[in-house]
Structures are given as structure tokens and as C-alpha cells.
């Protein structure tokens, strides 16, 4: 039998090598490979190989049959609920992940100690932490009189081996998944084989006794989930922890959800006593936006089921440099880079002398393509001073020929505005229909040209002095 030889793994992705490399082919990380022992072959695998073992024979099923909905462990924070799809199911796994000091204890602590109270066993295992430091955050939050159940533990045997004891818990919390090894696993603490290994022994638990499991993850400098990515595929769930430093606003994404909508967001503001909860973003992110300067546009979104009002802002400025700066923020490169274009070529703009800086105001991160219409309205306000209505809303994709293409669940956006008081809606032709709107003043738009002559013509201007 030949000798195995050494492996090498990557910590950021999980590729593995048979020599060690200075970069990662496959996620070009530099200086990522270490080397991890290999597993011994199962007693099983032998007897594969040589062709003697037989497979267990099971029945097959067919899809039709009768169907129940998971059942729900309501948290009792409705923001979390939301984005969980109405609460956690018994036996399932999530995965959440965000910045250092973004607020991720804090909430599954608030979590922990509103189903204990409920009268649940909810136990609490910290890696990073000790008791001591986990009970200060609780006295801070004023939970510390909540029947939590708590340890500082990062051996998987141990932790499964407690749980086993008494009732089975409704919800564990293992913070966090890069902390915890096996004695399976021949590898060091926090390498890519030690994740896998305690991640999968800690689902098997949660599998087979019922109980709902949350893994915290730490992330890397891009905002990505660190360890392998097989992980995100083993859990039911993966959940997004975001917000800036400089908001107290928290947005809590669903990234996969096996049982609810993916892509929902709850809303926290993080106060002195834990987090709280937004139960209308909209007005959050519209507070105090100075509805007299020119280059805001206020855009109507969707994030995962919910209708969402945000502010974008454009600035728009002559250039000193021979390259002009284009920079964004809570809004994609790439698609600001089309927009411009398309703004020059279609729209008869001159935005290559000029510098272009984009924000979305409240910390929100906007993913869908709906937003160009808003940008681009933004983008011709700050350009030619005009100062858009500030009781309209847009929302719309704009397409590399020009045109304006109509979005999905427009309805829900005009009865979004409708409720927060706007009058006016500036959208693609066709899509909703003028009932949808609940009374606003549905104004279509087919091409850019169409929306920068509007602006140009209609907009009021500042009194320049």
C-alpha cells in the first residue's frame, strides 16, 4: 500500500493540495495553505473498494402524499421571526455571521432569554468568552434573571455529551463554530478540517434530538462567512448580520433559508439596554433627509418580502484629476459604472469631467437592479442643480439601450410610499396598474431621455447667489 503523503489546505476556501503553494488557485488568496493530517480510511471504505459491501436497501417514496407545515419556537422578537420565516424550526440549523462587534451576541442573547422566559431550555455554550464576561452583557441588557443555561466549552464531545443530559434544549447556541474542535479530527483549533468536522457533529446533534441550533461565524475582510463554504450547504439557514460603524442601525439578512423567503431583512437600532427593534425601516431611513438640496432621490425597494423607502444620494462635481473618482457606498461599482454610461451615451450628459460620489443614506446595502431609475434621477439632480419633488418616489432598471424596464412587485411598492405619505410615483410604462398605487400619481417613464428632460424642465432650481 502506498504511503499518503502530506495535504495542504486553504483556510479560506477549503481547497486542497498535495504540495504546498504560495497562492490559492482557487480563491487567490496568498500565504492560505497549511498543512492538516489527513483522516484515517473507515473500516467501510475498505470493504468498498475491494467490492464485498453491500448497501442497506430503503423504500422510495413518491411526491405525492400529505404535507405539514414545520412547526415554529417564536422567539418573541419579531424582526428575528421575520427573517427566519415565523420563527425557528425544531431541529434545523442556522448559520449567522457579521463584523466583530456588530451586535451578534447581543441579539442571540436577547433571543436566548426571551424563550427561557417563556419557559424553554435554551442553553448558551460561549468559545471566545467566559461566564463571567457572557453574564456582565446580560446584566447590562437586563436579562440576567432569565433561566439561561451557560458554559464556556469549545470540545464538540463534551458540549454534545452535556446536552444529552435532561430535557432536550429548544434552542443552542454555539458561539462560535471557528473556536470549537473535535478529538476526531487530527488538525489544529480554527483550521478549515476542525470547522467541518465540529460543524457536522454539531448537525447530527441537532438532527437527530430536535433541537434548533444556532452557529455564529466570524467573516473575512470581504464580509464573507470564514471556514470552508461546505458549511453554509450543511445548515439550513445562513444569516447576515450588517450595519456601519458610524449608524446605530443593524440589518439582519437572510441569505438561504430552507424554510422561509430569502433575501428578508429585520431592522435593530442598537441602544445601551441590547437591541431594538424597527418595526418601520422606511421612516428610519427617511428621517431628517433634507428634502431642498439637489441630487436626493428617495427610492422605493424590496428586501425579501418588505417594501423599503431609502434615500439615495449623488454628488456630482467637476474634477481636478485626470482620472475622475467614482465612489459608492451601500450600492454596487459596476452598476453605477453602467449608469454613467448609459447617462452619456443615451441621456446627453458630460459626466467624464466629473467626480461622482453615491451613498445610500441609513446604512442600507441595495441589491436589486430597481434602484437605476433612482440613481439616475439622483445622478441628473446633483448635475444640474435641479432639486427633485420630495413627495415622489422612483424606482425602475434601466436597461443599456435606455430604455426603462418595469420591476416585480410594484404594487407593493406604491402602497409602500402611499402609507408614508408620498403623492407621486415615477416608474417604468407598464407594470402596476393606477389602483395599485392607493392614490398616488403614477407619472411612466419608457427612456432616459424622457426622465432627464423631465428633471431639466420641471425640477425646481436653487436661487444661485
Avoid at 427561557?116 to 453574564?135: D, F, K, W
Avoid at 444529552?164 to 483550521?191: C, F, H, K, N, Y
Avoid at 439578512?253 to 442598537?270: H, L, P, S, W
Avoid at 441609513?362 to 413627495?391: C, F, K, M, Q
Wanted: hydrophobic share 45%; net charge neutral.
Amino acid at each position: 500500500m502506498a504511503k499518503r503523503g502530506p495535504t495542504y489546505t486553504c483556510q479560506a476556501c477549503g481547497a486542497v493540495y498535495h504540495r504546498w503553494q504560495g497562492k490559492c488557485d482557487s480563491c487567490g488568496t496568498w500565504s492560505s495553505l497549511s498543512e492538516e493530517a489527513q483522516a484515517a480510511p473507515v473500516q467501510g471504505a475498505r470493504a468498498a473498494s475491494s467490492g464485498k459491501a453491500r448497501g442497506r436497501v430503503f423504500a422510495l417514496e413518491s411526491l405525492k402524499g400529505d404535507t405539514q407545515d414545520a412547526p415554529r419556537i417564536v422567539s418573541g422578537i419579531g424582526e428575528l421571526d421575520r427573517v427566519t420565516g415565523g420563527g425557528f424550526v425544531p431541529g434545523s440549523v442556522l448559520l449567522i455571521g457579521g463584523n466583530p462587534g456588530i451586535g451578534k451576541s447581543t441579539l442571540l442573547m436577547q433571543a436566548c432569554a426571551a424563550l427561557a422566559l417563556a419557559g424553554r431550555r435554551v442553553v448558551y455554550v460561549s468559545g471566545e468568552e467566559s461566564t463571567g464576561q457572557v453574564r456582565l452583557r446580560a446584566e447590562r441588557m437586563g436579562l440576567a434573571e432569565a433561566p439561561v443555561e451557560l458554559a464556556a466549552e469549545t470540545n464538540v464531545e463534551d458540549i454534545i455529551a452535556t446536552l444529552g443530559q435532561g430535557a432536550r434544549p429548544a434552542l443552542v447556541v454555539i458561539d462560535s463554530i471557528q473556536t470549537m474542535w473535535s478529538g476526531e479530527v487530527e488538525s489544529a483549533p480554527g483550521t478549515v478540517t476542525q470547522v467541518r468536522g465540529s460543524a457536522q457533529s454539531l448537525i447530527r446533534y441537532a438532527k437527530t434530538s430536535g433541537a434548533c441550533l444556532i452557529l455564529v461565524g466570524h467573516v473575512t475582510k470581504d464580509g464573507q462567512i470564514a471556514g470552508p463554504r461546505v458549511v453554509e450547504h450543511m445548515v439550513d439557514a445562513v444569516l447576515s448580520f450588517e450595519g456601519e460603524g458610524a449608524h446605530a442601525f443593524r440589518i439582519l439578512r437572510g441569505q438561504k433559508n430552507r424554510f422561509g423567503a430569502t433575501d428578508e431583512i429585520g431592522v435593530f437600532e442598537m441602544t445601551g439596554m441590547g437591541l431594538s427593534e424597527v418595526t418601520n425601516p422606511s421612516a428610519l431611513f427617511l428621517a431628517q433627509r433634507d428634502q431642498a438640496a439637489p441630487g436626493a432621490a428617495v427610492f422605493a425597494g424590496i428586501e425579501g418580502t418588505r417594501p423599503v423607502l431609502v434615500e439615495i444620494q449623488a454628488l456630482v462635481a467637476p474634477t481636478s484629476l485626470g482620472t475622475p473618482r467614482r465612489a459608492v457606498v451601500g450600492w454596487e461599482n459596476s452598476r453605477l459604472a453602467m449608469v454613467l454610461a448609459v447617462l452619456e451615451t443615451h441621456g446627453g450628459l458630460r459626466l467624464g469631467q466629473h467626480d461622482v460620489y453615491l451613498n445610500v443614506a441609513g446604512g442600507l446595502r441595495v441589491n436589486e437592479p430597481a434602484a437605476d431609475l433612482a440613481v439616475a434621477a439622483a445622478l441628473v439632480s446633483s448635475l444640474t442643480g435641479a432639486i427633485l419633488p420630495p413627495e415622489s418616489v422612483y424606482f425602475g432598471e434601466i436597461a443599456l439601450s435606455g430604455a426603462i424596464r418595469p420591476v416585480s412587485v410594484a404594487g407593493a411598492r406604491l402602497r409602500e410610499a402611499s402609507k408614508l405619505g408620498f403623492e407621486a410615483a415615477l416608474m417604468p410604462s407598464g407594470g402596476a396598474d393606477a389602483g395599485d398605487g392607493s392614490g398616488l400619481n403614477l407619472r411612466r417613464f419608457g427612456h432616459v431621455t424622457e426622465l432627464v428632460a423631465d428633471i431639466a424642465a420641471n425640477a425646481p432650481r436653487k436661487d444661485v447667489k
